[in-house]
């Protein structure tokens, strides 16, 4: 079955160090991107790309890193610069900018 | 004021009620998307929307481009139905899709 994978589900990490969220579809698209989600707040798109190894920073991208080496992967990192790094992080793909999109289940993490 | 309005923000009713969530925005779009957020976090996509009404079982969607504005309908609600509702625009000028805020919808037995 096609779909869009996010792991882990639940990340916990101490403060200071990096993680980084995977991130896999295999629905051959070629957009992929993530977005931050806070309680009570829209989502926020942190990074997104278009085609394998081309990216763009989105409205929130400070602390936060990307690679598109592959056209099925998008890994994220969040990087100790990030000030608040506890929150959901969801991941999306579809086949060109702004066409439906399909969500993975996401990650939440949580910097301790 | 945000790009992408949705009211109600919370949303609770008894089972068989018929439910309208709105969305209002503010920039020019290439299409409005509907979707589906459980208390697990996954997102699902309802419709996406250029023009006119869309139906899918119990659930209708329903645009106006020159009033901006988006309803999503839910008839003969069900409990199974409490979710957040999200809507989001795809945005012509930014390219990118921004959300609204989301509807916090409970449907009561």
């Known amino acids: 079955d096609g779909g869009i994978t996010q792991s882990p589900k639940y990340l916990f990490r101490k403060e200071g160090q990096n993680v980084t969220l995977s991130c896999e579809q295999n629905l051959n698209h070629d957009a992929m991107y993530w977005y931050r989600q806070d309680p009570g707040q829209g989502l926020r798109l942190i990074y997104y790309s278009q085609i394998v190894n081309d990216f763009q920073k989105g409205d929130i991208a400070e602390g936060y890193s990307v690679s598109r080496e592959k056209k099925e992967s998008f890994p994220l990192t969040v990087t100790s610069a990030q000030k608040n790094p506890t929150a959901f992080y969801l991941c999306?793909?579809?086949?060109?900018?702004?066409?439906?999109?399909?969500f993975g289940q996401g990650t939440r993490l949580t910097v301790v | 004021k945000n790009e992408v309005e949705q009211s109600p923000q919370n949303l609770t009713a008894q089972e068989g009620e018929f439910i309208t969530i709105n969305c209002s925005y503010s920039?020019?779009?290439?299409?409005l998307h509907w979707l589906q957020q459980h208390p697990g976090g996954g997102i699902v996509s309802l419709f996406m929307l250029s023009s006119g009404k869309k139906k899918h079982g119990r659930l209708i969607a329903t645009i106006n481009i020159q009033e901006k504005h988006s309803s999503l309908h839910i008839t003969a609600s069900h409990p199974r139905d409490s979710a957040v509702y999200i809507c989001?625009?795809?945005?012509?000028?930014?390219?990118?899709?921004?959300f609204g805020q989301g509807t916090r919808l409970t449907i009561n037995p």
């Open positions: 920039v020019g779009i290439s299409a």
């Open positions: 999306a793909s579809s086949t060109q900018l702004n066409t439906e999109a399909f």
């Open positions: 989001a625009v795809g945005d012509q000028g930014a390219q990118k899709l921004v």
